[in-house]
């Protein structure tokens, strides 16, 4: 590893804190190096405050330092005004002279004006450090801008026979397949991602509330394939603490903080998912079910990871486990809960 991927891997360890905070931003972190000593170092923290570059620079003491420093930052600086002033005009005000970027942005109104306006202030800019690490970092940011789309994470549990619910289920109780760990662990995800997707049967069945409450952080969307328009109003996912889109196939007014959103259920339903959560601005969907609509996702060739419990019971009978090929990324044990993760390797490069 070489001095800038030294210095560009510090910075992707500093956005990674922002995870689940930074929407509709991506996470960004940024260093600022002097006589190859880090002097001072940021990360984006949330949409509206200042920005990674920003928060590294007023983090060092001494800024008679930065004319002879080098600044790295893990994704290309702003070159617009949107809640906060440009960081390339920062840099440049500054007198800092070398700037690292690990990879260009591509929302439209940086995609490489960033880079521009700092070479033409005459300023030695390196970009491509570490790409790929970069693009990984913001994956979800990537995929909304440049598929016009969610970057997609299926999710479900399984015994060891393949199953994923039983056939017959006395009360309203969910199931538990995987242990409090593993449980838990997905509750840390939910807080993770911008919004969470099940369908009508698996509401009717475990009048789930699809929150974070064994974690701590900001709740997701709540999105509910509810065609009909089944759901009872005194169930969870339709009491207003947190915000809801239903999807389904009539016409109805926002009422409270639920807001309806109409689709052709005859046509490519995974696509129409997908165009309804870009056009409401969410970056990322975890997808828990139920089976149906995680099939037609995956048959649709619409996910980009998939995340699979595999618990220690057996059912024998019931409801199967989606089928599902890809590349296996990663597999670990949860105090005797399997959990591997695939990525989508047929899907467009990011």
Not at 78 to 85: D, I, L, M, V
Not at 180 to 196: F, L, N, P, T
Not at 329 to 347: A, F, H, M, P
């Amino acid at each position: 590893m070489n001095i800038h991927e030294k210095y560009i891997k510090r910075c992707i360890e500093l956005a990674q804190n922002g995870l689940g905070t930074t929407y509709p931003n991506p996470m960004v972190g940024s260093v600022v190096v002097h006589n190859n000593k880090i002097i001072g170092e940021g990360w984006h923290r949330k949409a509206g405050e200042p920005h990674a570059e920003v928060n590294a620079i007023n983090s060092v003491r001494n800024e008679a330092l930065l004319k002879d420093a080098v600044i790295y930052v893990s994704l290309e600086p702003c070159s617009h005004y949107g809640k906060t002033p440009p960081c390339s005009d920062l840099i440049i005000a500054k007198g800092i002279k070398k700037v690292v970027i690990g990879t260009m942005d591509p929302f439209a109104k940086v995609a490489g004006r960033g880079i521009k306006k700092l070479l033409d202030a005459g300023c030695e800019v390196k970009v491509g450090v570490l790409e790929d690490e970069c693009l990984e970092l913001n994956k979800r940011f990537f995929t909304f801008h440049k598929k016009q789309r969610p970057y997609i994470i299926l999710k479900w549990a399984q015994t060891t026979d393949c199953f994923i619910a039983p056939i017959m289920q006395e009360n309203i109780r969910p199931v538990w397949i995987t242990n409090k760990y593993s449980g838990q662990m997905v509750h840390k995800w939910r807080s993770e991602e911008d919004a969470i997707l099940v369908g009508t049967k698996t509401v009717l069945k475990d009048n789930p509330s699809l929150n974070i409450r064994k974690w701590t952080g900001k709740d997701p969307t709540r999105i509910i394939i509810d065609r009909t328009l089944k759901t009872p109003v005194d169930f969870s996912v339709l009491d207003g603490t947190q915000k809801t889109i239903v999807i389904c196939d009539q016409e109805n007014p926002e009422i409270d903080d639920i807001t309806y959103e109409k689709i052709d259920f005859s046509d490519n339903i995974s696509r129409q998912i997908c165009e309804v959560l870009h056009k409401n601005d969410l970056q990322s969907v975890i997808i828990e079910g139920g089976s149906n609509i995680l099939q037609q996702f995956i048959d649709s060739g619409l996910w980009d990871e998939a995340r699979i419990f595999t618990g220690s019971s057996e059912f024998q009978k019931g409801v199967k486990a989606p089928k599902i090929k890809g590349k296996l990324v990663s597999e670990t044990d949860i105090e005797g809960d399997r959990l591997k993760i695939y990525k989508n390797d047929q899907s467009d490069n990011i």
